[in-house]
């Protein structure tokens, strides 16, 4: 498709776990984004990437949580040890790169850490 | 700590009457800004967006206003249509020339009734 795809839409896993979420991006994107939202609040910056490289990881809450995009295009999301708290929608964001004045973002997924 | 604000949780508006949803930030470094809509299981929709050496941008039934001495911002829906309804966010960036990290606000409701 056009758009920012991510897979799965919905995933439901046990405490402790570990999850891996993936996004595949727009074609010629070379900006990627990770954000989660929570419940009643906007979304939330995790980590950037420019290319294969992490330009901006300040958002990552804990060494848990860690992602890739080692080819610089598709980018995969993980979550070690997932707690309760994990539990929000995972959204990734695409846009062209340097002097983009927009990000496209996926429909996202689902977490629910039971 | 929120460095952009969505005072208002929700707005109820009739159809054809506008909509107007604000903003507030905190970070003088913003130099960039955008609105997303959101409809329910769907990821955010960009909507428009502004650069800080403008004060007004317009795309059809949407205006946004920016005043950075109040840093203030805020977006108006002429006239309001019920498919109009949903989240609307409204996002920064310290952009730069690079789009880079957005911080969000925690959104607006809009419903517009017939």
């Known amino acids: 498709g056009a758009g920012v795809s991510q897979t799965p839409s919905n995933k439901v896993t046990e405490k402790g776990k570990y999850v891996e979420l993936r996004c595949d991006p727009i074609?010629?994107?070379?900006?990627l984004y990770w954000y989660r939202q929570s419940l009643g609040q906007g979304p939330e910056f995790l980590i950037y990437f420019q290319g294969t490289g992490a330009a901006d990881d300040s958002g990552l809450p804990n060494d848990r949580f860690f992602a890739v995009r080692p080819e610089g295009s598709v980018s995969t999301l993980k979550i070690q040890r997932t707690e309760r708290g994990d539990s929000a929608v995972y959204l990734c964001?695409?846009?062209f790169g340097p002097g983009s004045t927009e990000a496209f973002f996926g429909q996202g997924t689902r977490l629910t850490v039971v | 700590d929120q460095q952009v604000k969505q005072n208002s949780p929700s707005l109820s508006v009739q159809e054809g009457r506008i909509s107007i949803l604000n903003c507030d930030y905190t970070n003088s470094m913003f130099d960039y800004f955008l609105w997303y809509k959101k409809y329910p299981a769907e990821g955010p929709t960009f909507l428009i967006s502004?650069?800080?050496?403008?004060d007004k941008n317009e795309d059809g039934r949407f205006t946004v206003f920016l005043n950075k001495s109040a840093k203030h911002l805020s977006l108006h829906i002429v006239p309001s249509q019920p498919g109009d309804s949903a989240v609307y966010f409204c996002?920064?960036?310290?952009?730069?020339?690079?789009?880079?990290?957005?911080?969000f606000g925690r959104g607006t409701q809009l419903t517009v009734w017939p």
């Open positions: 996002a920064a960036s310290a952009r730069g020339s690079t789009l880079g990290r957005l911080y």
């Open positions: 502004i650069s800080s050496i403008k």
């Open positions: 074609s010629g994107h070379t900006a």
């Open positions: 964001a695409s846009s």
